[in-house]
């Protein structure tokens, strides 16, 4: 859906999107589409 | 005193933990307007629902977040559970996140007003907003596995969720089922505390604390910043041949005692008793799968198969350093184990904390056989004297 955005859940794009160590990588990539 | 609540905002983060706040960085960074929600009266997210005795697995520096970066004095150290709900509460207060608190969101719909695209009920009342970040996390209600039904109620049954201490339980021996990241760590801490520890072991990896020199942390950081550059990126999701794998436990590791790896079989030659997974319960008799070998196994092989050829070709095309392999392989393995525990006599019914009720006898093991089920819960039950 248009505007809703989930992030920080387990495996979105990678085994660290739901940890402390990967979840700004995952933050940036939705920064950059913006 | 608090900020008023807009009612009617471009962005809403519901959830303040750590992925809300660092999209809060990166909306304050672009001017974009926005409100950062959280139903909690003090933030740190669910680092706060942990028990007493937890520490980061993953090292000081993996704390760093966007405009806010590691500061430790010792980046090397794991941090406890109260230290880091401190640091979400600083990365709020540097970055200037507007965060509204005991804000609990009830209702999120796609019919917003004011030309708005959605509309959110809240607990202070309804916001409109064109955009919505979701950024709760992803386990809030604890799962007890349907097998643990058919435990009697002289047994004390108790969720990781629930633990904060090993003052909680009553004497006696303790039944851990689910061995991801959180059992085998409560393992390791109820051992340690000198009660008689049985695992129930499901299907889960085994990472190394250190390949080759480095911290697993450090691999994956690597791997997944500029694993891309080499030809070795982490695997994504979309690589998955079932999608049920995304739910599947973090490798075993612990940043308890200055981090060190968390291998079950060295944990049995400690004195842990390993059985299969929990295949269910009648009365006071726990039944497990006859499948141990098979996941130790599987722990065993995780590392090598998944991510050793992506550490070591990284490393050899990005030109690092690394020591030779030295991890440590112990020989342990269990001849027969239990494929059912049971309490050794009638238990007695006595009170437990908060009117649970519990039984005060200790498990022992019986030979018998039962079918797999699955679970995947960190629940844990005993049977004490």
């Known amino acids: 859906m248009p505007g809703l955005t989930f992030i920080g859940l387990l495996w979105q794009h990678n085994n660290a999107s739901a940890n402390l160590a990967g979840v700004a990588l995952d933050a940036a990539y939705l920064a950059s589409r913006w | ?385």
């Not at chain 2, 304050?28 to 933030?43: F, I, K, S």
């Not at chain 2, 386990?139 to 109620?153: C, E, N, Q």
Request: proline residues 8%; contains cysteine; glycine residues 10%.
């Open chain 2, 1 to 385: 005193m608090k900020d008023e609540l807009p009612r009617s905002i471009e962005t809403v983060v519901i959830g303040a933990g750590q992925a809300g706040l660092i999209m809060s960085w990166h909306l304050q960074t672009a001017g974009r307007p926005h409100v950062v929600l959280d139903r909690r009266e003090t933030l740190g997210g669910g680092w706060q629902d942990r028990w007493d005795n937890f520490v980061l697995v993953g090292p000081n520096w993996t704390t760093g977040l966007p405009g806010f970066p590691d500061d430790d004095p010792d980046p090397d150290s794991f941090m406890p559970r109260d230290a880091v709900a401190a640091r979400m509460r600083r990365y709020e207060d540097v970055i200037g996140a507007p965060v509204s608190r005991t804000t609990e969101v009830q209702r999120l719909s796609a019919d917003g007003s004011g030309g708005r695209r959605f509309h959110l009920k809240t607990s202070e009342g309804p916001v409109d907003a064109d955009e919505v970040i979701v950024a709760t996390g992803a386990f809030h209600r604890p799962k007890v596995p349907p097998a643990a039904v058919g435990l009697s109620p002289r047994v004390t049954q108790i969720h990781a969720h629930a633990y904060r201490n090993e003052t909680q339980l009553p004497p006696g021996g303790v039944l851990i089922v689910g061995s991801g990241q959180t059992g085998v760590q409560l393992a390791e801490e109820l051992q340690a505390a000198g009660r008689e520890v049985t695992l129930s072991v499901g299907r889960c990896g085994r990472a190394p604390r250190r390949y080759r020199g480095y911290d697993s942390f450090w691999w994956i950081r690597q791997l997944a910043a500029r694993g891309g550059d080499f030809g070795t990126s982490l695997p994504t999701v979309d690589q998955f041949p079932e999608r049920r794998l995304r739910f599947a436990c973090n490798p075993h590791l612990s940043g308890h005692n200055g981090g060190h790896d968390t291998n079950l079989r060295q944990m049995a030659i400690d004195g842990l008793r390993l059985v299969g997974r929990f295949a269910g319960a009648h009365g006071e008799h726990a039944e497990f799968a006859p499948d141990l070998s098979e996941n130790l196994r599987f722990a065993d092989e995780f590392f090598d198969v998944r991510f050793r050829s992506l550490c070591d070709t990284f490393a050899d095309k990005a030109g690092i350093e690394v020591g030779p392999d030295d991890r440590a392989w112990p020989s342990f393995e269990r001849p027969g184990s239990p494929s059912s525990i049971s309490p050794p006599r009638a238990s007695r019914r006595s009170s437990g904390p908060q009117g649970m009720p519990r039984t005060t006898t200790g498990w022992t093991c019986r030979s018998s056989t039962s079918s797999a089920r699955r679970t995947t819960s960190a629940a844990s039950a005993r049977c004490p004297d």
